[in-house]
């Protein structure tokens, strides 16, 4: 029987009569790659808020690495990772700096810190590059090394918000042999994306409209059952329904 690291039942977020989540139902296994999409205003960002431990839903209920979002919040952010598309290290730090500072607020050791981060460096071929500071790096390469760091601490699901954005074509391939990789070791993957290309990588992906989850299988069966030959055109046909624009 497959391990389920995300149950979610029912979640809902609620704003006086508007309902940014509505009673939304789903899991995720380990060592999945789930893609949580939504046009502008479906309310995935609002959703994904609460999965993190940074929100609390107004009903429903939801288990993240087996801690409830409704009263576990801090157990919840220790055994997740996360990543945005706003760049989330510091740039005026080197990238030895960032790796020494994100491994201790994740409450990794300070000998484990030193033995993996050289191993890290060198994974990412930026050996020469350790010491500079992480603002003079291209952008393809802060979002691998955010990434890389985002999983330094072996967390049981990693939260990816839009991670590519901005970064060129092999930059983005490169950066998913990245995500293969991670959820190859048993890290659940679950991520954000606008580039429809990638919802293909996916092993299952979800679509939410206006609150609620309108679909949500793997994309070969998203295709067959709305009679399209790519993700892109699924996602129109569910989206182009939306009543919202502001999530």
Not at 16 to 21: M, T
Not at 110 to 120: A, F, N, T
Not at 163 to 183: C, E
């Amino acid at each position: 029987m497959e391990e389920k690291v995300i149950v979610c039942k029912e979640l809902t977020k609620r704003f006086g009569d508007f309902y940014a989540v509505d009673k939304i139902s789903f899991d995720v296994s380990k060592g999945e790659i789930f893609g949580f999409l939504g046009a502008n205003g479906a309310g995935k960002t609002t959703a994904m808020r609460i999965l993190c431990g940074l929100s609390y839903p107004s009903s429903g209920d939801a288990l993240v690495a087996g801690f409830s979002v409704r009263n576990q919040q801090e157990s919840i952010k220790k055994n997740i990772g996360y990543m945005s598309q706003r760049f989330s290290l510091y740039e005026n730090l080197s990238i030895l700096e960032n790796i020494e500072f994100f491994g201790g607020v994740y409450g990794v050791s300070r000998k484990e810190i030193k033995d993996r981060s050289y191993k890290l460096v060198g994974e990412l071929g930026l050996q020469k590059e350790a010491k500079k500071m992480v603002g003079s790096l291209p952008l393809g390469w802060k979002q691998k090394l955010a990434f890389s760091v985002s999983i330094f601490h072996h967390p049981k699901i990693v939260f990816l918000d839009e991670p590519t954005g901005g970064v060129d074509p092999v930059t983005r391939r490169q950066f998913w042999d990245m995500i293969y990789d991670a959820s190859a070791s048993g890290i659940t993957i679950f991520v954000t994306t606008h580039y429809m290309d990638e919802a293909e990588y996916c092993n299952r992906i979800s679509v939410m409209v206006d609150g609620k989850m309108e679909a949500l299988d793997t994309p070969g069966n998203l295709k067959t059952k709305y009679g399209s030959d790519s993700m892109e055109d699924v996602f129109y046909k569910l989206a182009r329904a939306a009543k919202r624009t502001g999530d």
